[in-house]
């Protein structure tokens, strides 16, 4: 949980998103399992989260990231056996969708206006965006902090992959 409050105003968010379009990596972790200081990362200090640092707020049950791609072909097919995920853009976006334990296709889901997307854990998904997106990892279930990090699984670690058709 996290141990204190945080608030991240939307101009700070804003200007995060301008920092990270000028950036090769284009994405930033706000909320982490645990600081890694050998990435430059430091402590959040006080309630106010500010863009201008590299500063993160640990905790053991939240994550929480922000990404900005143009013309974004996502990341791979992945689930999580112990996190809900929920993005959340004003950009158009799609996502293709499917059970891990289901056999057959993946479904594509599209969505116009941007949104927000509820994944349950056991949900492959692979998620194609241009534009800013948030994402929040909820760990649901018994999971220590070590493995959290370690909770995403592609379609090379998948059981299910046999019998599994990819969106690609």
Same mark, same amino acid.
């Given at each position: 949980? %996290? =141990?204190? %409050?945080?608030?991240?105003?939307?101009?700070? @968010?804003?200007?995060?998103?301008?920092? @990270?379009?000028?950036?090769?990596? +284009?994405?930033?972790?706000?909320?982490?399992?645990? &600081?890694?200081?050998?990435?430059?990362? +430091?402590?959040?200090?006080? &309630?106010?989260?500010?863009?201008?640092?590299?500063?993160?707020?640990?905790?053991?049950?939240?994550?929480?990231?922000?990404?900005?791609?143009?013309?974004?072909?996502?990341? +791979?097919?992945?689930?999580?056996?112990?996190?809900?995920?929920?993005?959340?853009?004003?950009?158009?976006?799609?996502?293709? @969708?499917?059970?891990? =334990?289901?056999?057959?296709?993946?479904?594509?889901?599209? &969505?116009?206006?941007?949104?927000?997307?509820?994944?349950?854990?056991?949900? #492959?998904?692979?998620?194609?965006?241009?534009?800013?997106?948030? %994402?929040?990892?909820?760990? %649901?279930?018994?999971?220590?902090?070590?493995?959290?990090?370690?909770?995403?699984?592609? #379609?090379?670690?998948?059981?299910?992959?046999?019998?599994?058709?990819?969106?690609?």
């Amino acid at each position: 949980m %996290v =141990e204190r %409050v945080l608030i991240i105003e939307n101009l700070e @968010l804003e200007k995060l998103f301008s920092l @990270l379009r000028g950036e090769v990596r +284009k994405d930033r972790k706000i909320v982490v399992p645990r &600081v890694l200081k050998e990435f430059g990362e +430091k402590e959040a200090e006080g &309630v106010f989260w500010k863009s201008d640092e590299r500063r993160v707020v640990e905790s053991d049950r939240v994550q929480f990231s922000v990404a900005c791609r143009e013309n974004s072909k996502g990341e +791979k097919p992945h689930y999580h056996k112990h996190q809900l995920e929920i993005y959340f853009s004003r950009f158009p976006f799609q996502i293709f @969708l499917k059970n891990v =334990e289901g056999k057959g296709k993946f479904k594509l889901y599209k &969505v116009k206006s941007g949104g927000r997307m509820f994944i349950p854990p056991n949900v #492959c998904h692979f998620i194609q965006y241009e534009g800013d997106i948030e %994402v929040l990892q909820i760990v %649901v279930g018994d999971i220590r902090r070590e493995e959290i990090e370690k909770d995403k699984f592609s #379609c090379d670690q998948c059981p299910f992959r046999e019998g599994c058709e990819k969106p690609f």
